[in-house]
Antibody
Framework: EVHLVESGGGLVQPGGSLRLSCAASGFSFSDYYMDWVRQPPGKGLEWVGR??????????EYAASVKGRVTISRDDSKNSLYLQMDGLKTEDTAVYYCARSSGGTGDCLDPWGQGTLVIVSS | IQLTQSPSSLSASVGDRVTITCRASQGINSYLAWYQQKPGKAPKLLIY???TLQSGVPSRFSGSGSGTDFTLTISSLQPEDSATYCCQQLKSYPLTFGGGTKVEIK
C-alpha cells in the first residue's frame, strides 16, 4: 500500500526555521516527483512546491509566497522528502501535506499524507 | 493561472445530480484534477486529466471540460459525498487550486 507520513511540525516563533519530513513507502519513491501543499486553518489548499526525480535532475519549483524561504529536497536512499522552511511568518501557519505526483499529461497529486501542523506564533 | 470555482457551497438531497464548475483564467488544455476533502482529512484524488476517473472512485463521479471550463458532476449524491471539492491546474507553475466547493446533504 502506498503510504506517506509527514513529521516535524510544531510551534515556532516568527523568523524561525523548521524542517518537515515525509516518509514514503509502498512504491518506488525515486521514480516520482513529490509535492508539498499547505492548508491554513479553515482555508483552502495552497501548493508550496515540487521536486522532480533524478532523471529530471532533481529540479524544483516553488510558489511565489515561499520562494527564497523554503527548500525542497529528497533522499531517495531513505525514501524521504523534506521541506526546509526559514524566515517563517505567521501566515505560514498551516497543515502541510506531502503528495506524490507523476508529472506529464496525467499529472496529479496522489496519494497525500495525513499532514503535519505548523504554527508560527510568538 | 487562477481557478474560480462555483458555487462556493451547495446543499442537495440524496439522489440529486450535482454539478461544480471550475474556470481557469487561461487555457490549461486538460491539465486539471479534482479532489475531495472531508473535515480533518487529507484531500483525495477523484479525477485527473480533466475526465479520467481515479481507480477506486465511484462511477457516480465524472469530470469534463478542456481549455478554460471544467465540470465535476456527481450523478446521484450519496450521504458520504458530503465534503469540500477542489480543482487544481497542473498546466504551468505555480500550480494552483480553486477555492473549493462545500457540498452539504439536505
Amino acid at each position: 500500500e502506498v503510504h506517506l507520513v509527514e513529521s516535524g511540525g510544531g510551534l515556532v516563533q516568527p523568523g524561525g526555521s523548521l524542517r518537515l519530513s515525509c516518509a514514503a513507502s509502498g512504491f518506488s519513491f525515486s521514480d516520482y516527483y513529490m509535492d508539498w501543499v499547505r492548508q491554513p486553518p479553515g482555508k483552502g489548499l495552497e501548493w508550496v512546491g515540487r521536486i522532480r526525480k533524478k532523471a529530471d535532475s532533481y529540479t524544483t519549483e516553488y510558489a511565489a509566497s515561499v520562494k527564497g524561504r523554503v527548500t525542497i529536497s529528497r533522499d531517495d536512499s531513505k525514501n524521504s522528502l523534506y521541506l526546509q522552511m526559514d524566515g517563517l511568518k505567521t501566515e505560514d501557519t498551516a497543515v502541510y501535506y506531502c503528495a506524490r505526483s507523476s508529472g506529464g499529461t496525467g499529472d496529479c497529486l496522489d496519494p497525500w499524507g495525513q499532514g503535519t501542523l505548523v504554527i508560527v506564533s510568538s | 493561472i487562477q481557478l474560480t470555482q462555483s458555487p462556493s457551497s451547495l446543499s442537495a438531497s440524496v439522489g440529486d445530480r450535482v454539478t461544480i464548475t471550475c474556470r481557469a483564467s487561461q487555457g490549461i488544455n486538460s491539465y486539471l484534477a479534482w479532489y475531495q476533502q472531508k473535515p480533518g482529512k487529507a484531500p483525495k484524488l477523484l479525477i485527473y486529466a480533466a475526465s479520467t476517473l481515479q481507480s477506486g472512485v465511484p462511477s457516480r463521479f465524472s469530470g469534463s471540460g478542456s481549455g478554460t471550463d471544467f465540470t465535476l458532476t456527481i450523478s446521484s449524491l450519496q450521504p458520504e459525498d458530503s465534503a469540500t471539492y477542489c480543482c487544481q491546474q497542473l498546466k504551468s507553475y505555480p500550480l494552483t487550486f480553486g477555492g473549493g466547493t462545500k457540498v452539504e446533504i439536505k
